[in-house]
């Protein structure tokens, strides 16, 4: 063993010679091995493939095996147009799933916003998109997803601020999603980011816990406001329709009773015309049972009668008075 190491000397040691004709094939081999893995790209099947060369657009490659110039020359950028993209406003999810994890940051600077009745509320919400056109995506504005999350926040404020509190957080939420929807893709497209909006849900909407405890008292005396609004109301409904029947009844009762003095005067005055008429072609016959027929209907009206002439004298006696109670008539 020492032997062999005294025969090793390093000194002596030269790697071994490769001939200038060698060393041209293997970088040559290995020059087309570059060139070969280099050459090709695979874009999925949600995905389009942007072709630059030498950083200038070139044209788009649709999903599959795609060939481009090696070393540089071209660079591709896979965009994906087919898969339905999302940013959250207000809240991050950290894992979804059955039992969704919610960040524990409070995330104020996005979602505590001024309603138009000058209350703070917070919103969350949740931007659904997809990329429509990949060269604007990249090429026709700096940082998209910055740019358009900037448009989010600009948008959901100014709608914000145009509704009461009560509207936000209670009737108005899809009619302020809708709207939202309709100007973020408005802006999007004017600053030609390549971006189509599919969807805008606000996830939740509360007060700041600051003002929770003011909140809910507020509405609490909205409610007991609302209640004796609709107590009111119903005792209207049980005394102002049945005053109207009381009222309308006595309407009608003034009515028949008006119809009735008329008929009857109409009757009366009839009578006396055709009365009036038998007289003037009978006067003394006419007065004389005028005479009688009202005599007939007073004399009923009188009681016991005794009739005798003034002339008459000493009959006092013939009459048992104490019969018409004591009575003289």
Do not use: C
Not at 312 to 322: M, R, S, W
């Amino acid at each position: 063993m020492n032997a062999q190491n005294e025969n090793f000397n390093l000194e002596n040691f030269k790697p071994p010679q490769i001939s200038g004709k060698a060393l041209r094939w293997t970088i040559a081999v290995i020059v087309l091995i570059v060139f070969f893995f280099s050459s090709w790209f695979t874009v999925d099947p949600e995905e389009v493939g942007v072709v630059l060369r030498f950083g200038k657009y070139v044209r788009t490659v649709n999903p599959g095996l795609n060939f481009k110039w090696p070393f540089g020359v071209e660079t591709v950028y896979k965009v994906p147009v087919q898969r339905q993209l999302k940013q959250e406003f207000g809240f991050r999810t950290l894992r979804p799933g059955v039992r969704t994890q919610y960040s524990q940051n409070r995330y104020t600077e996005e979602s505590l916003m001024l309603t138009g009745d000058l209350n703070a509320a917070q919103v969350e919400w949740i931007v659904q998109y997809r990329i429509a056109d990949p060269y604007k995506y990249l090429f026709r504005i700096r940082n998209a997803e910055s740019t358009f999350r900037d448009i989010n926040e600009a948008v959901m404020r100014e709608i914000i601020g145009d509704r009461t509190v009560n509207e936000v957080l209670t009737v108005g939420r899809q009619e302020i999603a809708t709207s939202a929807e309709v100007a973020i893709q408005k802006l999007a497209t004017q600053y030609e980011t390549g971006i189509k909006v599919d969807q805008v849900v606000l996830q939740d909407v509360n007060p700041p816990d600051e003002v929770k405890p003011a909140f809910n008292e507020v509405n609490e005396a909205q409610q007991e406001k609302e209640k004796l609004i609709n107590q009111a109301r119903s005792e209207y409904n049980k005394v102002i329709p049945k005053a109207r029947g009381e009222a309308q009844r006595i309407i009608e009762e003034a009515h028949g009773y008006a119809l009735e003095r008329v008929n009857t005067a109409k009757g009366d005055v009839a009578r006396f015309n055709a009365l009036f008429n038998q007289y003037r072609r009978a006067k003394e016959v006419t007065k004389q049972r005028m005479y009688l027929e009202t005599m007939n209907d007073v004399l009923k009206k009188v009681g016991r009668k005794l009739i005798s002439d003034k002339k008459a004298t000493g009959i006092l006696p013939l009459f048992d008075l104490n019969k018409l109670g004591g009575k003289n008539e």
